[in-house]
């Protein structure tokens, strides 16, 4: 699309990969599976990332943002346009050394390029006590995708410490900073995930990437020793701990790595295990999200269903750690604990243990790749589970993923 005003071309060329040396999709994503690009750029500039933007706009190209592709599911036939992956890493940091009269000191404003690794900012984090982002820990991606997504675990969203983000608007042609207010979070979503399918005659306009293109992440976090409030109850115990406590930040760490490990949840090498070659890793992560239904819709399902309060994105207030406020409308429950309850036990294949994709042996949340599944082999199990819930608890499942090429 055309830009309507303009900017500074990159100062330096993009750095565009040939045609034999280009990866495939199922290079560039976690699932393994997604057939070849069309063009693939590697920005290693801000001025590069929106110069490769800006060229697939202006020539009517279809354009695809790649972060660390672990919420992605690409066709089996793969993109034929732009694929764009932001390398940059690092981060600035300002520190205030103030500290108030509840101990609290000062707080750490960080600027970070959406290309850095997720979770080595999380560790660099706890390592510099800064508060906030602890139990998203092992989380797999780039920091620009996660207020796309507002990403959360274990009570915890990244909307939390989010002051606010710096874009390339391919609209208008130019960068924009949206502030916390302007990117609208809510659970897994935002302004920035809405804005991908933004045409309001029924077309996906920016499709498969959003309208705004992430540049850089502005976050504010406290200081401290402590993490802020536990708001999930399995990592509570496994800390000892009540919700609504705290514990040391790298504790939280620790634990969340563990929880995430034991259900194969994190990438191969993370974790304390830091083990490699095992399929149940070969996934997207959570498949589906957590439904979030009306209080009278929650009633209906039987009495064993979890049951989890809605918080706001935001804490309830900004003069000292807080969770969310609580939406007495409306009720969180668990996706895996309905899969379960539909009749897909963990390991669960269409053909059985032969099946190239499968639920995981260890959470049934995640669709994984065996080895040598395709993307059709991950869809049709996808559909299969997303079809069983409906028709047992009249509840329709979510993707997670960005399903690029492929409808569920």
């Not at 830009?3 to 976690?30: F, H, I, N, Q």
């Not at 793969?78 to 509840?102: E, I, K, P, Y």
């Not at 900073?177 to 991908?196: D, I, N, P, Q, V």
Request: net charge negative; glycine share 12%.
């Amino acid at each position: 699309m055309p830009s309507a005003a303009t900017e500074p071309t990159a100062t330096e060329p993009t750095a565009a990969v040939g045609a034999d040396a280009a990866p495939t999709l199922a290079d560039l994503t976690t699932l393994r599976v997604g057939g070849p690009v069309g063009r693939y750029v590697e920005a290693t500039t801000e001025a590069e990332l929106i110069d490769a933007v800006r060229g697939a706009d202006d020539a009517g190209v279809p354009l695809l943002v790649v972060g660390g592709g672990s919420n992605l599911l690409v066709s089996d036939e793969g993109f034929d346009g732009v694929v764009v992956r932001d390398v940059r890493q690092g981060l600035d940091a300002d520190l205030a050394d103030s500290c108030g009269t509840d101990g609290a000191c000062g707080g750490a404003s960080l600027s970070l390029p959406a290309g850095q690794d997720w979770d080595a900012f999380v560790a660099e984090a706890v390592a510099n006590e800064w508060v906030g982002v602890e139990a998203l820990s092992g989380i797999p991606g780039t920091v620009g995708a996660a207020p796309v997504q507002n990403i959360g675990a274990y009570g915890q969203e990244v909307s939390g410490v989010v002051a606010s983000v710096r874009t390339w608007d391919r609209a208008t042609g130019q960068r924009k900073t949206l502030t916390l207010s302007e990117l609208e979070f809510g659970y897994r979503s935002s302004l920035l995930k809405r804005t991908m399918r933004a045409d309001p005659t029924g077309g996906d306009l920016w499709y498969p990437t959003p309208r705004y293109v992430v540049l850089q992440v502005d976050l504010q976090m406290r200081l401290g020793s402590l993490s802020a409030p536990i708001g999930y109850g399995e990592l509570a115990r496994r800390l000892g701990v009540e919700v609504g406590q705290r514990a040391p930040s790298a504790e939280v760490r620790e634990a969340v790595l563990e929880l995430r490990g034991g259900k194969g949840m994190l990438l191969d090498g993370v974790g304390p295990d830091a083990r490699s070659g095992d399929p149940d890793r070969w996934s997207a992560g959570s498949f589906f999200t957590n439904p979030v239904v009306p209080v009278e819709a929650a009633e209906v399902l039987p009495a064993d269903a979890p049951r989890f309060p809605v918080r706001s994105a935001t804490p309830t207030t900004t003069t000292g750690p807080a969770l969310g406020e609580v939406d007495p409308s409306l009720v969180k429950t668990s996706a895996a604990w309905l899969i379960e309850r539909a009749g897909f036990t963990r390991g669960f294949g269409l053909a059985g243990e032969q099946s190239p994709a499968r639920l995981s042996t260890r959470h049934t949340l995640a669709v994984t790749n065996r080895g040598g599944a395709t993307a059709q082999d991950v869809v049709a199990l996808a559909r299969a589970v997303r079809d069983g819930v409906r028709d047992a608890f009249g509840i329709e499942l979510e993707p997670e993923p960005v399903l690029v090429g492929l409808t569920l």
